[in-house]
């Protein structure tokens, strides 16, 4: 990750402190950067904006065992995990689970071994970013495999919450859409707000 890059988050998230997506970008980049504690204060700030990020949690924890808080980690392990599992985030959840293990520390109790599942009507999905069963898209987005992995996995609302957000991302990033790099970087970002991640292909 470039310093130009960490930058664009820096003016990103300055332009809008109340940018989820904008703090945990900049914490990631920060963490790949080796800026350790700048990426705690980022992902600190995503999680409170919205404490259903379960990735944030993950690398948090991994940013504060580098520096040596490891109680603080492991509480943010510890209230990580059922939220990543809760969202299906399966990698983070598993990745926080080992984390736990290596530390010597429990692991808590997982909803989706102890709660029903939710019944999903015709027409509804079970949404990956807001966890709830709601309306699905009336198409694809796209005409391809993220656009039927969107239909499937997020709710209308949840959608349209991204249209507004992506609209942020290309005027705060400057994103010529039309050059690769810039499109990879606006997908990165759509797929961490709609909690895709870690299911589209590579």
Not at 13 to 32: I, K, M, T, W, Y
Request: aromatic share 4%.
């Amino acid at each position: 990750m470039s310093d130009n890059r960490i930058e664009q988050f820096r003016q990103m998230v300055s332009a809008d402190p109340q940018n989820e997506l904008g703090h945990f970008s900049l914490g990631r980049a920060c963490l790949e950067a080796g800026s350790n504690k700048e990426a705690i204060a980022s992902l600190q700030r995503a999680i409170e904006l919205n404490p259903k990020l379960g990735r944030a949690y993950e690398l948090l924890a991994q940013a504060m065992l580098i520096v040596g808080m490891r109680a603080q980690a492991i509480d943010v392990l510890t209230r990580g995990v059922p939220i990543a599992d809760q969202r299906g985030e399966r990698l983070s959840r598993d990745a926080m689970i080992q984390s736990l293990k290596t530390l010597g520390s429990p692991v808590p109790e997982l909803p989706s071994l102890t709660q029903p599942a939710k019944a999903i009507g015709e027409n509804e999905v079970l949404c990956g970013r807001c966890g709830k069963v709601g309306g699905k898209l009336a198409r694809p987005p796209f005409r391809n495999d993220q656009g039927k992995l969107i239909e499937t996995h997020v709710c209308s609302p949840c959608w349209q919450q991204w249209l507004e957000m992506g609209t942020k991302v290309i005027n705060e990033l400057r994103l010529p859409l039309n050059e690769p790099e810039a499109q990879r970087v606006y997908e990165r970002h759509m797929l961490e707000f709609l909690n895709l991640a870690d299911q589209a292909h590579p």
